[in-house]
């Protein structure tokens, strides 16, 4: 993956302008983005600590400068970037009825195969029930291994994590994502051993 060249501020803002107009909102975009932060740091993270939590904080190797106003301005932004990016992965989830039509499957059918571990269902932001659409395949049939796939990855990763993992390219599988690699029907073995070693 190739990193991106840091921006200014002004062609950031810039961008997000063309973003939110692409949405539908028609803002400027420093005002939305100074609403944003304002809603996202409305308690500080560094209000719980006495002086000597912070100064236990930072013998212990925690930057002063996070907990600084500043620090916690960042930390804030940063929240708010990721809660975007993850409400923008889970925006093409199904829903229950969505899925149940994509596969000519009954609700019941449906809550079969998520119980049984064959259909991935998770919370989406808003707390509704829906599935990840990378187990549908382009013909509209249930990925094979779903179960095996989902239990091989780490313990603590989340919905939006599997997805990042399945479809991002990993060297050990020639180059293609996982998802290319179990739809071409190569072997299962390789893609959970890489699958079961990612540091999500």
Same mark, same amino acid.
């Given at each position: ?5 840091p921006?200014?501020?002004t062609? =950031?803002?810039?961008r =997000?302008?063309?973003?939110l ?6 803002a ?7 609403a944003l ?13 006495t002086?000597a939590e912070?100064? =236990?904080?930072?013998?212990g ?5 996070v907990?600084?106003?500043e620090?916690?301005?960042a930390?804030?932004?940063w929240?708010? /970037?990721?809660t975007?990016?993850e409400a ?6 199904l829903t229950?009825?969505?899925? /149940?039509?994509m596969l000519?499957l009954t609700a019941?059918?449906?809550?079969q195969?998520?119980v049984?571990g064959d259909?991935?269902?998770?919370p989406?932001?808003?707390?509704q029930?829906a599935y990840?659409?990378?187990?549908v395949t382009?013909n509209?049939r249930?990925?094979?291994a779903?179960?095996e796939i989902v239990? /091989? ?15 991002s390219?990993a060297?050990?599988?020639e ?7 179990l739809?071409?029907?190569?072997p299962?073995?390789?893609l ?9």
């Amino acid at each position: 993956m190739t990193a991106r060249t840091p921006e200014s501020n002004t062609e =950031f803002l810039a961008r =997000f302008g063309v973003s939110l107009r692409d949405h539908g909102i028609d803002a400027d975009a420093r005002t939305v983005l100074s609403a944003l932060i304002d809603a996202v740091t409305d308690r500080p993270c560094r209000a719980g600590l006495t002086g000597a939590e912070q100064e =236990f904080a930072i013998a212990g190797g925690v930057p002063a400068e996070v907990l600084t106003p500043e620090g916690d301005r960042a930390a804030a932004i940063w929240q708010a /970037a990721s809660t975007i990016w993850e409400a923008e992965r889970q925006a093409h989830w199904l829903t229950g009825p969505q899925i /149940a039509e994509m596969l000519d499957l009954t609700a019941e059918e449906v809550h079969q195969l998520q119980v049984a571990g064959d259909l991935y269902g998770a919370p989406r932001l808003d707390g509704q029930l829906a599935y990840p659409r990378w187990q549908v395949t382009a013909n509209h049939r249930l990925l094979p291994a779903v179960r095996e796939i989902v239990t /091989a990855l780490p313990a603590d990763h989340s919905a939006v994590d599997i997805e990042t993992a399945l479809t991002s390219p990993a060297e050990e599988l020639e180059g293609d994502t996982p998802l290319q690699w179990l739809e071409a029907g190569r072997p299962l073995e390789p893609l959970l051993r890489v699958l079961s070693e990612l540091d999500l």
